[in-house]
């Protein structure tokens, strides 16, 4: 087997990839996001900002397949630790006392990642296939506004995003944690930078849908 | 006396065997606020043996929360619902007149219960056995102070040893971890120097064991730090994944 395999493999191995993996969506998130911001600026900007990426496609692709292993190693160890933690636990008590023991935030990060990797499918779906695979070139600031215009679409969106808030509150701290970097000192900034780092990304995301939806229906 | 008395509903698990299929069973009673819950189930096994019924199996030893061994669910709460107390020092007078007391035994799959209130722990101790000790030459008694030890270094070193080993950390967790008590023990020898010789493999056998036994892994809730009754700090979880993490890339052991 290998020590590097036994050491994967073991709990802390485990926890180990799931904070690693995690961290590195955290950047990609903020990246994702400031060019999602542009949206903002109008369809110019927005189309000159994917037409950027499009040229350097050879890139882009790389950063591609570097993501799906990141989320493929996050989504399934995580699967996989609920699962051996579900048996681990056994039955649950009468009482349920979880409230008082825990936050919610650090209890739900299945649901929650469940619901987000849903998200991301129809994300996927939706955005990423028709900008690479419509042929030719594509409107995609149409694309965009097109499916924000649409409530139930929206609504999702918007959804999503706040239980991303929810799981990035958690997940954040967590990471830094599961490394081994819990300082008297540091730790309770890093509780906060996570929080805000949570709230904002979840606001900044949602807020897109949410100006189309309403202030800038349709186109 | 019997004027003060609590009147209390309690709905103890009763399991006759470890595979047989356990349920909460009924039984009131009247007890003073003076008396500790350990206390109450004695009165009310003495009831039940008057009576000729079975006596509700829970351990206990010490009674004044050093031990480690008594160990009970109260209202879903390990050690009950007051912070950094044993079970044994949880007294009567914190609940009202007329309350429903659930009790149930330590719940996780490596931990299974014995009978009634009493579960095995012998994994805690597969774990120590696999690295929770130190090495020493036998010989003269070394002289106190031989080795300068900074206070602050010690002092955290004995909180971390402050843990009793009782298990409420892996009742309390959701995944049923027992990564508290394991990071309480790699602790309290990876920060004295006399730890420092069997230090990456003590980490890497007791993580090896401790997966073994078929404890779950830490998500981080920090469900254990509440329910400590030694007020264990999750900065020992943080020093273990640190410890283990650099045994792991840095140890002469590379087979396994």
């Known amino acids: 087997m290998g020590w590097f395999s036994t050491f994967i493999n073991s709990s802390i191995g485990k926890k180990l990839i799931m904070a690693l993996t995690g961290l590195l969506l955290i950047i990609f998130l903020i990246i994702h996001l400031l060019g999602n911001l542009t949206l903002f600026a109008g369809a110019d900007a927005f189309n000159t900002y994917a037409g ?3 040229k ?4 882009v692709r790389v950063i591609e397949v570097l993501l799906t292993i990141i989320f493929v190693l996050h989504i399934y160890n995580g699967a996989v630790l609920w699962w051996t933690n579900r048996k681990a636990k056994g039955s649950l008590y009468a009482v349920n006392a979880r409230s008082k023991e825990t936050n919610i935030f650090a209890r739900t990060t299945i649901q929650t990642g469940s619901i987000i990797f849903i998200f991301l499918v129809i994300h996927l779906q ?7 695979f419509s042929g030719g070139e594509i409107n995609l600031y149409g694309l965009v506004t097109g499916w924000f215009a649409q409530p139930v679409y929206s609504g999702f969106y918007i959804f999503a995003m706040i239980l991303l808030g929810f799981h990035l509150n958690h997940g954040f701290q967590s990471a830094f944690q599961t490394f081994g970097w819990n300082h008297k000192k ?3 900034l890093i509780q906060k930078i996570g929080t805000l780092y949570a709230i904002l ?6 807020s897109i849908p949410v100006y189309f939806l309403f202030f800038h229906g349709g186109n | 006396m019997n004027g003060n008395n609590l009147n209390l509903k309690l709905k103890i698990w009763r399991q006759p065997s470890p595979k047989a299929v356990g349920a909460f069973k009924d039984y009131s009673v009247s007890v003073s606020p003076d008396a500790s819950i350990l206390e109450m189930l004695d009165e009310l096994n003495n009831d039940l043996e008057r009576r000729s019924e079975e006596p509700v199996v829970f351990e206990s030893d010490c009674r004044e929360g050093i031990c480690g061994t008594c160990g009970l669910v109260i209202n879903g709460q390990p050690h009950g619902p ?3 107390i044993a079970t044994c020092q949880l007294h009567m007078r914190h609940f009202k007149d007329g309350d429903t007391i659930y009790i149930e035994p330590f719940r996780a799959k490596a931990f299974p219960v014995i009978k009634d209130l009493a579960v095995d722990r012998s994994a805690f101790d597969k774990i120590i056995q696999a690295g929770g000790y130190i090495s020493v030459n036998t010989g003269g008694v070394p002289d106190a102070n031989e080795i300068p030890i900074n206070k602050n270094i010690a002092s955290e070193a004995f909180d971390s ?5 009782c298990g409420a950390c892996v009742a309390a967790c959701k995944n049923g971890s027992a990564m508290l008590f394991v990071s309480a023990k790699v602790s309290q020898f990876a920060l004295l120097p006399q730890g420092q010789s069997e230090r990456k493999e003590r980490v890497e ?3 090896a064991t401790m997966d073994e036994m078929g404890f779950g892994s830490c998500t981080n809730t920090y469900a254990c730090e509440a329910e400590c009754p030694k007020g264990i700090s999750v900065r020992n979880i943080a020093r273990l994944n640190r410890e283990f993490l650099i045994a792991s890339l840095s140890s002469q052991n590379v087979e396994e």
């Open chain 1, 52 to 54: 950027t990426l499009k």
């Open chain 2, 205 to 207: 056998a007791m993580v």
């Open chain 1, 56 to 59: 350097f496609e050879p890139i």
């Open chain 1, 201 to 206: 990304t979840a606001l900044l995301f949602a």
């Open chain 2, 161 to 165: 040893a402050a843990c009793i080993g």
């Open chain 2, 82 to 84: 007051i912070p950094k």
């Open chain 1, 186 to 188: 540091y730790f309770p």
């Open chain 1, 126 to 132: 939706t955005f990423w296939y028709p900008s690479n």
